[in-house]
Structure formats: structure tokens, C-alpha cells
């Protein structure tokens, strides 16, 4: 596999502002497939945004309370409507599908609102803050039979995360056996929003990015259900900010047997060239592979690179640029024939479950010198 040049045309320096771009891979025609974006408070609605459109979907209608995030999302995306209300944009019958990232206690109740006007959901990660959000929502589905999908991006949105599943289902390094994730960020704090700060509304660590983490864990396993052996989070650096979890963990056990451990965190230094150095470890029966997601630190900024060994030998496939956001072409498919090849609601429920109970049952450490 040959190495492509770098991919500069994304965000880098903080993970809020995160959107790739990939290469069009259209599954409809203009207008088959018609959906809005809503609530704008988080950077990952471009990052939904662009992947959809690259898939063929079109964008009609945005909608946030605050003018000047619309006016920013409308100078991105110049043909979209601006919407006077929420209601304007769900009672519109051609809208199918409607895209959002509030803030995440906002998050559930939202995905209710649109399910009950007929449209299919698609929301930022977390997906919920309590597991009575995520009860209502298991309620809601089952009465609509609308879909209830999440931008789990760290696995969706990065081509070395989609390659690693793809060596997965190809048998490259046999039964998986242990995952192990390390998901830093940068956190700019300056740059972030009140509700970042407001435990309430963000929901806690492992809930918030180790959500991710979770998702990864039952895709790569191939795990139904998992339980929650050990999680922990702290404050160890940030004390202006009282309700801010700088680090956690999480140790969890499949129900096939297999292992995860991940940990993540707020202190990616300022010498990182990107916002986060995010590694995903899988371990296999017959084999091993590494992934550096976002970049190859002191060696090659270019992320996406993956390792690979197994009876074959060492092997390193550079796939930035080549193999694309399957994701995306495949939630519009199911949202049109109603089937579920992007990702089950089972699936994107059941990772929202075990992150809540992460998050419910973790130990707080006290910082040192506290």
C-alpha cells in the first residue's frame, strides 16, 4: 500500500473542531435524501455534516437558537436555509434524517422530539448523560421505529479505525482477545464553552470521550455485552474548574470472554502537533495491530498509520486518503431501506449503557497534595 501525502485540510490543534474530509462516495442522487442540522453547540456537527454530504446526502435546513452559530454553519454550507425554529425544520415532510450535536444532557431529550415529528435521529457522541435517557430513547425507537444513531467519530471518522476493523472481519490476527485505547485530548479550555465545564450537562469523562472508547471495544471484540470490572476519574490538574474529570479509566470484560483497557484524558501537551495522540491496541489470537490515529509522534504528522503482525510478518500501511467513511453512505442506505448495516441500535445503545455505567460506578481519586 503506497503512503499518500499528508491531509492538512482538517482541524488539528483541539478535538471540538474536528472534521475530516474524505473523498465523495455518493449513495444517492441530489435531493433523494434530504436532512437538517440542529443544534450547533458542539464542532462535531461539521464533521457530520461534511461526511453525509460526501456521501450524497442534502442538506436543507439549519436551525440553532443562537444566530451567530447559524451564520458560521451557513458561511460553510452557503445553500442551506436558515430555519426560524426547530418546529419549521421537523415539520418539513422532506427532511429524513436530522443531524445534531447540543449540548449532550440535551442530547436525549432532542433525539425524542425528532423521532416523535418521524424523522431519524443522528447525534453527537455521548449520546446520553443518564441511563434514564438512554431508557426513554430504547422506548422511543421501539414505538417509532425511528433510528437513533451516534457519531462515535473516533471509529467512524478515522480511516485507520475503519481499516482495523476491515483486518479484523479478514482474519488478520484471529479472535480478538484485548483492546486497549488511549484517547487524550487537548483541552483549550479558553476556547470551550460554560457547559463544558458543568458536569451535569457533560455527563463525566468516561461518559463523554470514553464513550468512544467503549464503542471501539465491542466493534473490534465482537461483543454483545460487556460488563464494567473497574473505572476511575479524577481532577488532577485543573482545580479552577471543580466539575472537570481530567483523567479516567475503565476496565471492562466482554461476553466472549475478551478485554478491554482504556484511559482517557485532558493533558495532551502543547508540543503535540495535533490535539490528541490517540493509539488503539487490538490484540488477537494469531496476531496484533496498532493504530496511530491522529499521528506518528516525532516521525511522520500524518496519522492513520497502521501496524500489523502476524504470521505474515511486520507490516505498516500508511492509509490516509485511501480508504474512506463507509459510515456514512451506509446510514443513509439504512435510513431509506430500514435495514441496519451501518450500525445496529442495539450496538449504539449498548455502548451508551456501559459508558453511563462507567461513569456511575468509578472510583474519584483525590490528586496528590489535595
Request: aromatic content about 12%.
Amino acid at each position: 500500500m503506497s503512503t499518500p501525502s499528508s491531509n492538512k485540510s482538517f482541524q488539528t490543534s483541539d478535538g471540538m473542531n474536528y472534521a475530516p474530509k474524505g473523498r465523495p462516495n455518493e449513495v444517492v442522487k441530489p435531493g433523494e435524501f434530504i436532512f437538517a442540522a440542529v443544534a450547533l453547540d458542539h464542532g462535531h456537527i461539521y464533521g457530520m455534516t461534511g461526511g453525509l454530504i460526501e456521501a450524497g446526502a442534502t442538506l436543507k435546513w439549519v436551525y440553532d437558537p443562537d444566530p451567530a452559530k447559524m451564520a458560521a454553519f451557513a458561511g460553510k454550507y452557503p445553500n442551506v436555509q436558515q430555519a426560524d425554529s426547530l418546529e419549521q425544520v421537523l415539520a418539513d415532510p422532506e427532511v429524513r434524517l436530522v443531524a445534531a450535536a447540543a449540548v449532550p444532557s440535551e442530547r436525549g431529550p432532542l433525539g425524542l422530539k425528532v423521532m416523535d415529528a418521524g424523522k431519524d435521529y443522528f447525534t453527537d457522541k455521548t449520546p446520553f448523560t443518564s441511563l434514564d435517557q438512554l431508557e426513554a430513547a430504547r422506548q422511543k425507537v421501539r414505538e417509532t421505529s425511528r433510528k437513533y444513531a451516534v457519531y462515535f467519530s473516533e471509529r467512524l471518522h478515522v480511516e485507520s479505525a475503519v481499516y482495523a476493523g476491515q483486518l479484523v472481519q479478514q482474519g488478520a490476527i484471529g479472535r480478538v482477545l484485548q483492546v486497549t485505547g488511549f484517547g487524550p485530548h487537548r483541552l483549550s479550555a479558553p476556547s470551550r464553552p460554560d457547559w463544558f465545564f458543568e458536569k451535569d450537562k457533560y455527563g463525566g469523562i468516561l461518559c463523554d470521550i470514553g464513550s468512544h472508547q467503549i464503542e471501539q471495544f465491542l466493534f473490534y471484540a465482537g461483543c454483545k455485552d460487556a460488563e464494567v470490572v473497574h473505572s476511575k476519574v479524577a481532577n488532577y490538574g485543573n482545580p479552577e474548574y471543580p466539575e472537570l474529570e481530567d483523567y479516567g479509566d475503565a476496565t471492562l470484560v466482554g461476553d466472549n470472554g475478551a478485554t478491554q483497557y482504556f484511559r482517557v484524558d485532558w493533558f495532551t501537551p502543547d508540543g503535540l502537533g495535533t490535539w490528541g495522540d490517540g493509539r488503539t491496541f487490538i490484540l488477537g489470537t494469531e496476531g496484533y495491530i496498532e493504530l496511530r490515529k491522529y499521528t506518528d509522534i516525532a516521525r511522520d504528522a500524518a496519522g492513520d498509520q497502521v501496524y500489523l503482525v502476524n504470521k505474515d510478518g511486520e507490516q505498516h500501511f500508511s492509509v490516509r486518503g485511501q480508504i474512506g467513511y463507509p459510515y456514512f453512505g451506509e446510514l443513509i442506505l439504512d435510513c431509506l431501506h430500514r435495514t441496519e448495516n451501518a450500525m445496529t441500535q442495539e450496538h449504539v445503545f449498548k455502548a451508551a449503557e456501559l459508558c453511563l455505567k462507567a461513569q456511575q460506578q468509578a472510583i474519584h481519586v483525590t490528586a496528590p497534595g489535595k
